[in-house]
């Protein structure tokens, strides 16, 4: 596997695209996580594409964008992956072609099954999805009962704390309501993960008693945005995106726990709309941030991933997506939990990646699932 990376920023790319011919395949693949605030983004889409005419490219909007161990916004960040003894293949979905976002995740996770073989096992799933027009929970489910695959890994694509229109790169398009999904083959092909979150609980425990997928109209039987505002005091008026600095942590029946991120409210119905599904009968706490236990759990995610004792003779990928909450409690101090990410990788590590408004990544249990306000690492290496 040949691995490399780069940026344009203020106009520039900064490399001469020309020098990277040579990584230009049918059997490679572009990752490229952008601002959609950029005034010529398509044009600089564009201009890529035609430097790499047989690369496939998939990525999308963000939060922020991750190279390295440094987090830029108003820039794309690329990652070309030149696959030697692999293969990948890219299935996409329109939204508004499926009934719902569990159709999407079955077609998708049904079409790349389709495409193993014997010689070339299927070892692991990555999607990249829109992150306002989707149920990212019924997408995952999707995912799974197609691909009846254990490593399943992506994100929501982020815009920033505006929520305003998200995007996604597939089949040369840069377009909102899209999915797009790859499948990685080939039994010298080795796909990790990890996911941390590092948030702390606080207040009393609490029942959803009335929701529907994922929008929570009561707890205790008390209006949920109403009790919401009660814990934010005055920095109710600038929900939802205030609601990102106190997330809410959902038990499981196993005591295991996911995070849950509001992205909308519904003033009207005095309702609570998350990223991902938040069952009636649910118990739940609200979360606040702790820096250093944030990141403390970049680190642990990176750990997570157990490839600190592997030979540095072969470049190793990490594809790092936090959420964007994560990154308005750390504000300058954001790239700490990209570098401690690589502190934990094996030296000959490569990393991109963006902030979202959803990670999937398999929990401890190893059942993947939507989380919220994590650092989640997909990590690619050919023996």
């Not at 991750?66 to 690329?78: C, F, M, P, Q, T």
Request: net charge negative; with cysteine; hydrophobic share 40%.
């Amino acid at each position: 596997m040949k691995l490399e990376t780069f940026e344009y920023v203020d106009g520039d790319w900064s490399v001469d695209l020309d020098d990277l011919a040579a990584l230009d395949s049918p059997n490679t693949l572009g990752l490229v996580f952008a601002d959609n605030q950029l005034d010529n983004i398509e044009a600089a889409l564009a201009y890529l594409q035609e430097g790499f005419p047989q690369t496939t490219f998939i990525g999308g909007s963000t939060s922020g964008e991750i190279l390295g161990a440094e987090v830029k916004d108003e820039s794309i960040a690329v990652c070309l992956i030149q696959l030697n003894k692999s293969q990948f293949k890219v299935v996409t979905a329109q939204v508004d072609d499926y009934a719902d976002a569990t159709a999407i995740g079955e077609f998708l996770g049904a079409q790349l099954k389709s495409f193993e073989t014997p010689k070339l096992p299927m070892k692991g799933l990555f999607v990249l999805s829109d992150g306002l027009n989707v149920n990212g929970t019924h997408l995952v489910n999707g995912l799974k009962a197609g691909s009846q695959q254990a490593v399943i890994t992506g994100g929501l694509m982020g815009d920033g704390p505006r929520f305003g229109q998200t995007f996604v790169l597939a089949n040369g398009s840069w377009a909102s309501k899209q999915v797009t999904a790859v499948g990685f083959y080939g039994s010298q092909l080795s796909m990790s993960n990890g996911s941390k979150g590092g948030w702390d609980v606080f207040g009393p425990e609490r029942l959803v008693t009335r929701s529907t997928d994922n929008v929570v109209y009561e707890f205790d039987g008390s209006p949920a945005l109403d009790l919401y505002k009660t814990y934010l005091g005055e920095l109710a008026s600038g929900l939802p995106g205030t609601a990102l600095l106190f997330p809410i942590s959902m038990i499981g029946e196993d005591g295991e726990r996911l995070v849950r991120t509001i992205v909308q409210v519904d003033e009207a119905e005095n309702a609570l709309i998350f990223a991902g599904d938040v069952p009636q009968g649910a118990r739940v706490q609200l979360m606040k941030a702790n820096f250093d236990r944030l990141i403390d759990g970049a680190y642990s995610a990176a750990e997570l991933v157990d490839w600190s004792d592997v030979s540095t003779s072969q470049p190793t990928l990490s594809i790092a997506i936090s959420c964007v909450g994560r990154r308005l409690i750390l504000k300058g101090r954001v790239e700490e939990e990209v570098e401690a990410t690589l502190d934990a990788l094996p030296e000959n590590t490569h990393q991109i990646g963006f902030y979202s408004y959803g990670e999937i990544s398999p929990t401890g249990s190893g059942v993947c699932s939507l989380h919220n306000q994590t650092m989640t690492l997909t990590t690619i290496r050919e023996d």
